[in-house]
Nanobody, 124 residues
Framework: QVQLAESGGGLVQAGGSLRLSCAAS????????MAWFRQAPGMEREFVAG????????YYADSVKGRFTISRSNAKNTVYLQMNNLKPEDTAVYYC?????????????????WGQGTQVTVSS
């Protein structure tokens, strides 16, 4: 079992930056593939970025490629999402997810553990 807690959300103007954190407890994140998803009002939860536990490889949704960076600190048992050049369409609740598979899945059903989410609002 692993528990996940996101933080770092907030209100930012378009073009600004935020860094989200996902602190894990219960098990070390080095054993899990970690991902960030987001869900805007009335929309499906969508994959944003992921990092594999086995290879350290990363993968991004096309909509955030070049603007967002996912990273992990095994020492701090934390995963981060650095978000730069934010756009109003990035507004959503951002969720951290974990799975014991080494593959970075893009579907919600690929992940067994979820945090409660943190709100990100980007004003134009």
């Amino acid at each position: 079992q692993v528990q996940l807690a996101e933080s770092g959300g907030g209100l930012v103007q378009a073009g600004g930056s935020l860094r989200l954190s996902c602190a894990a407890s219960g098990r070390t994140v080095s054993w899990y593939t970690m991902a960030w998803f987001r869900q805007a009002p009335g929309m499906e939860r969508e994959f944003v970025a992921g990092v594999s536990w086995s290879s350290g490889s990363t993968y991004y949704a096309d909509s955030v490629k070049g603007r967002f960076t996912i990273s992990r600190s095994n020492a701090k048992n934390t995963v981060y999402l650095q978000m730069n050049n934010l756009k109003p369409e990035d507004t959503a609740v951002y969720y951290c997810a974990a799975d014991s598979s080494s593959r970075i899945g893009e579907r919600r059903s690929d992940y067994d553990y979820w945090g409660q989410g943190t709100q990100v609002t980007v004003s134009s």
